[in-house]
Structure formats: C-alpha cells, structure tokens
C-alpha cells in the first residue's frame, strides 16, 4: 500500500464535540483547501478499534498524510506499521514516539503545573483532578504536572478519572465527591469538556460554587460570563494547524521530518 498523490490529507480527532478539537479540525481543513488539498476527518470517541478503523478506512482512499489525535494506548506502535506501509503520520494534540513521527503538540506537563499552582491559594487546603482515560500518555503528563505543583505546598490529593473526555464523566466524578462530601477546595479539569460536566453539578447546586476554586485545560469565552472564576489554558490553535500542514505538505513531498513540536500554551487568571 502506497500513499497516492491523491491531494487530500486525513484527520482522526476524538470528539467534534469538543470545542478544541473542532476549532482545530476547521483551521486544518482551510489551510488544506488554501494549498490546494481536501481534508477527509473520522471521529474515533476515544475507541481504539473504531480509531483503528478509521485509520485503515482513509488510507484507503490513498491520502498523502494522515493527521491523528489518537487514543490507542499502543499508538505508536500501530502508526508506526500504518507508516511504513507508505502514508506519512502527524500527530496532533498527543504526541506519539518522536523518534519515528512527526509530532505537534501544547505543553502538558508544565501546563499542568502552572495551571495548578493558579488555585493554589492561601485557602486552599486539598486539591482535586478530574481526568480521563489515565493510560494515555497526555493524561500521565498532565497528573505528573499537577502532582508536582500540589507537592510544593504539601496538600492532599484526590484523583478521579472518567472514562471518556466528555461532559458526562465530568460529571459523574465530580457528583460522586459532592455526593460522598469529599469536596476538595480547588478542582483542576483536564479538559474544557470534562468541566462543562462539573458546571452542570455546580448549576444544580449553586451554593458549591462558594466552596470550590476551578481550573482547566482548554477555554471558552462564555467562562468570562460564569458567576465562578475558572482559569484557563487555551492552546494556540493557528500555530498548531501551520505547523501540522507544513509537516503534511514536506511530508507529501517526501521531506518527512521526525521530532516533536512544542506550542505554548497562554495560562488566563480570571480574577
């Protein structure tokens, strides 16, 4: 199997939902139509077999690069197959070995630990993380970030992971703290969709709202509007979609370029 010169790229994302990942499905896709490609997008859900699917579905269409935020815990692995049979790999979002792949990812681990020492006030005495599927190598560097921002003040930690980056298992963890009266002061979500759950929690019962502090990966301006102050971390969304497409096109030209591209992210302190 060969990748054609087919003038059309793909891109696995996990959610469309997911504001993030929309905004960035969008950039790609008019900056590929600007260089004169189309863009083909699946949407995997996180599930490794349908992302896998998905995978073997665009190559078949012979596309010249292929774009994935995956969500294989082995994902290196399988790309790196998928790669040698011909169709160049970028990853976006989550990085995968960069010893074989072009990578373009936000900080995580650093993110993680800024973000986490913005709630970390005086009052603060416990600080919670609510996440999503802990094997994936962005959530590993995200908790590392986190624990070692909580380990300089010495607090305790409560950990809850859903199983999906969506608003329900926000909310199922976050519910089950209220629920079990184990609360923490401050509250960092590590991604925009999994606090939209907590907010859900936190509308029903408005009076929390006096009690937690809040974090997240991600933003949106509708938080500038919340009664709460969250902090935010949005990523760069253009930088990531010109530099992803500029790997995309070098690599359709057979100018792969292994290694990891590091976008920073912009911390946002709503006081």
Known sequence: MRAGN????????????????????KLLEQNSRQAGYQILIACS?????????????????????????SGIPSASE????????????IAIDRALDDEYFSCVISEDFGAAFELTRSVL??????????????????????????????KQRGLPTTLGYGEH????????VF?????????PDAVVATSY?????????????PELMQK???????????????PIRVNSLPQQFELIADSALALALNASAKRYQTGIELIPRQLKVRT
Not at 7 to 15: A, V
Not at 165 to 172: A, M, V
Not at 175 to 183: E, G, S, T
Not at 193 to 205: A, K, R
Request: aromatic content about 8%; glycine content about 6%; overall charge negative.
């Open 6 to 25: 087919s003038r059309s790229f793909g891109l696995i994302i996990p959610d469309l939902e997911n504001t993030s990942y929309a905004r960035l499905a």
């Open 45 to 69: 859900d996180d599930d490794p077999q349908i992302e896998m699917a998905a995978a073997e579905a665009l190559v078949s269409r012979r596309i010249d690069a292929l774009f994935v935020a």
């Open 78 to 89: 399988y790309y790196l197959k998928l790669q040698q049979s011909g169709t160049p790999v």
């Open 121 to 150: 006030t005086q009052d603060v005495h416990s600080v919670g993380l609510v996440g999503a599927l802990p094997e994936l190598n962005v959530s590993r560097e995200r908790e590392q970030g986190f624990a070692m921002a909580v």
């Open 165 to 172: 980056f969506n608003r329900e298992e926000g909310r199922k």
């Open 175 to 183: 519910a089950k703290w209220v629920a079990n009266d184990q609360l």
């Open 193 to 205: 969709t999994l606090l939209e759950g907590i907010l859900d929690v936190l509308l029903e019962q």
């Open 212 to 226: 937690v502090r809040l974090a997240t990966f991600g933003d949106n301006r509708l938080l500038d509007f919340l």
